[in-house]
């Protein structure tokens, strides 16, 4: 049974006691008044259910017997009004609950991986109003756990609350009603019943690279949030880029907050795993910090993620990583992935069983969507956001040396295999921008995904002779070949051959291994973004292209249309459609089916700046994929001894000494 108190708060500037910061595990908090509307579902869910039971009057917390049921509006024509970042007004004749992404506690995630077998929910209030708090199960059964009437004056609410029944998932939250006055919630947490182990004390990292106002807008949270501040040892920013962040508006009010924590190292561009190396670097050899705390540069930041990541580093049974998630920055109600898992076969990232990429809180909340209740388990979590405690770092050691791309992943991996697990925790979490608004799988960026792929299969991999990725890797080289993206197949070409140099060649390339790739990207017309106005208009209209768009469906048709596709592989080439594009697709419309029965085709860019020229060219069709296939077979025989090579040299590879002679040329 629950437990809880109402009391007179301590007004000499906070409500809460004064040990309150070593317990704090999870602020209630509030949307921004600049953010769209749609963020507030991450926030508040004001979309209350048509029918919700009523539980007995304040003081009987029996969860069991249920007196009537009644029906309520819905939505509220009233809106909770937010007075500060962690305060807010709830208007008389208003319900509203905190069953939303920022403000729900995830138990089960602390039931899992904490040392906690209670909480404790505390809210500042003044006014009168009803608190009631739920529960849910795992297949999202919700459960009301606790009602409480607030009566007039302001008062301090403290609830006790267990984590046993949170095995599988579930989660926590509260709700709000008031009838005939205000209600206004000063400020609320989720605590732990003891003090925190270990201290707090974090090292930021984010490596940048021509990105200067995002990061001054992520420095500028970090400083302005007084909680946040006082458990940062330092912010590390490796500057690898032309348009320094200390010539960005802003900086100079930014630095002045932050004093002497803040460092900013000017390097040259070795990447992201190059960036993450210099911050871990950094950390272990000039700092006294507990966690190191990974985020990129092109962030949006909800400043009391941190927190939260460094309260449940502090609380877990043992060391362990903690991700935060991604939220999307074009869409900000929006959530990318909810935890990822890797195919150790194929070497390809997924997304964990059970959830679902893109889901919008906006449309579907936390209470209606049954997988979120569910407790998800992970393989590893993105550097968007990532904190690993100075234990795993001393023991696993720095990011290997791939430039971007698998870098996370590998990491992840390998703490995994050392006895340090990952927890992708809901709740932490940042905005950036989607994946699905990139090219990187067919881009410059596609050699360092397959390099970088078979580096992680060499040393994670669960196949001394990798058929699976193999085949993987043969299936889309013949689909880029289709797609007349000729760059594409060049980069994998070069990324083969460079795996099979070697292990040291990670680090002999680093310096100049982007400008390789660039120029050799640039040789291809499908590798150059262009001015659609700069090109005649294509030949045919849209009513020719929709008649293409149906895909096939069953393997008959599949196997048939690849046969057809192949046959005009070998026909002459129109003149025409090298001169003008014969259509011009969206890059939603580049479908293998429809650009291998074309000569000449424009595809717009994911970021929607240009289009890309692709022309069919039959000898460069024959001769890429000949190669391909002759460099998979001797990848093929030639794997399990590089295999042996890349996992005698992965200690020399992640060694500080290593990446020192890196950072000092």
């Not at 609350?161 to 205000?182: A, K, M, N, Q, V």
């Not at 990670?506 to 291809?524: I, Q, S, Y």
Request: glycine residues 6%; hydrophobic residues 40%; contains cysteine.
């Amino acid at each position: 049974m629950p437990s809880s108190t109402v009391c007179s708060p301590d007004h000499t500037g906070t409500s809460a006691p004064a040990d309150s910061f070593s317990t704090l595990l999870q602020r209630v908090i509030f949307p921004r008044r600049a953010d769209p509307m749609a963020v507030r579902a991450l926030y508040l869910d004001e979309r209350l259910a048509a029918a919700r039971r009523v539980w007995p009057p304040a003081g009987d917390a029996n969860p069991h017997d249920v007196d009537v049921e009644v029906t309520l509006a819905s939505p509220n024509a009233r809106r909770v009004r937010a007075l500060s970042r962690t305060s807010a007004q709830v208007p008389a004749q208003t319900e509203v609950s905190f069953a939303a992404y920022f403000n729900a506690f995830p138990a089960s995630y602390w039931r899992r991986w904490s040392t906690l077998r209670t909480l404790r929910l505390r809210l500042d209030l003044e006014g009168a109003g009803r608190i009631d708090i739920y529960r849910s199960k795992a297949d999202a059964t919700q459960i009301h756990v606790h009602g409480h009437l607030i009566e007039g004056g302001r008062r301090e609410l403290d609830v006790e609350l267990d984590l046993t029944p949170f095995e599988d998932g579930g989660w926590y939250w509260f709700d709000i009603s008031t009838e005939d006055s205000e209600l206004v919630l000063h400020s609320g947490g989720w605590h732990a019943p003891v003090a925190a182990p270990g201290r707090a004390a974090v090292t930021i990292g984010m490596p940048t690279f021509n990105r200067p106002t995002d990061c001054v807008a992520t420095l500028r949270a970090i400083g302005e949030d007084e909680l946040v501040r006082s458990v940062v040892t330092a912010v590390v920013i490796p500057d690898q880029g032309v348009n320094k962040v200390r010539d960005q508006d802003g900086f100079t009010s930014a630095q002045a907050v932050l004093g002497d924590r803040l460092r900013i190292i000017d390097q040259a561009n070795i990447g992201g795993s190059g960036g993450y190396a210099r911050v871990m670097y950094e950390a272990l050899e000039n700092t006294d910090c507990e966690q190191i705390l990974y985020m990129d540069d092109d962030i949006v930041l909800e400043p009391d993620s941190i927190l939260r990541a460094v309260a449940f580093s502090r609380f877990a049974r043992s060391p362990m990583l903690v991700g935060g998630q991604m939220l999307q920055s074009q869409a900000r109600s929006r959530l990318h992935a909810w935890g990822e898992v890797v195919d150790r076969r194929r070497m390809r990232w997924n997304k964990a069983p059970g959830t679902e990429y893109d889901h919008d809180f906006a449309q579907h909340s936390l209470r209606e969507t049954a997988w979120m209740h569910r407790r998800t388990d992970v393989d590893y979590n993105a550097w968007w956001m990532c904190l690993i405690p100075r234990t795993v770092a001393e023991h696993v050691g720095l990011p290997l040396p791939l430039f971007i791309k698998w870098d996370d992943v590998e990491y992840g991996l390998r703490a995994r295999a050392a006895g340090y697990p990952t927890a992708t925790v809901p709740g932490v979490g940042i905005w950036h921008m989607s994946f699905a608004d990139k090219d990187d799988a067919t881009d410059w960026q596609a050699y360092f995904h397959l390099r970088n792929r078979l580096v992680g299969a060499a040393l994670h991999g669960t196949e001394t002779r990798p058929t699976a990725l193999l085949a993987d890797s043969l299936k889309h080289a013949l689909k880029h070949a289709l797609a007349m993206e000729y760059s594409t197949l060049a980069l994998q070409e070069m990324a083969i051959r460079d795996f099979m140099a070697g292990p040291q060649a990670l680090f002999d390339k680093l310096p100049t291994v982007l400008g390789e790739v660039r120029a050799r990207c640039a040789e291809f017309t499908d590798g150059q973004v262009v001015d659609s106005q700069e090109l005649p208009l294509p030949a045919a209209g849209r009513l020719a292209l929709q008649r293409m768009l149906n895909p096939p469906t069953n393997p008959v048709m599949i196997g048939a249309t690849l046969l057809k596709r192949l046959a005009h592989q070998l026909r002459p080439i129109d003149p025409r459609a090298q001169q003008r594009p014969q259509l011009a697709l969206s890059r939603q419309d580049a479908r293998w089916f429809v650009l291998s029965a074309l000569d000449g085709v424009t595809v717009s860019t994911a970021d929607g700046r240009g289009v890309t020229y692709r022309k069919r060219d039959p000898q460069a069709f024959r001769s890429m994929l000949a190669r391909s296939m002759a460099l998979h077979r001797q990848l093929a025989a030639e794997f399990p001894a590089l295999r042996k090579r890349y996992r005698a040299a992965a200690a020399q590879l992640t060694d500080r000494t290593g990446w020192k002679r890196v950072f000092d040329a």
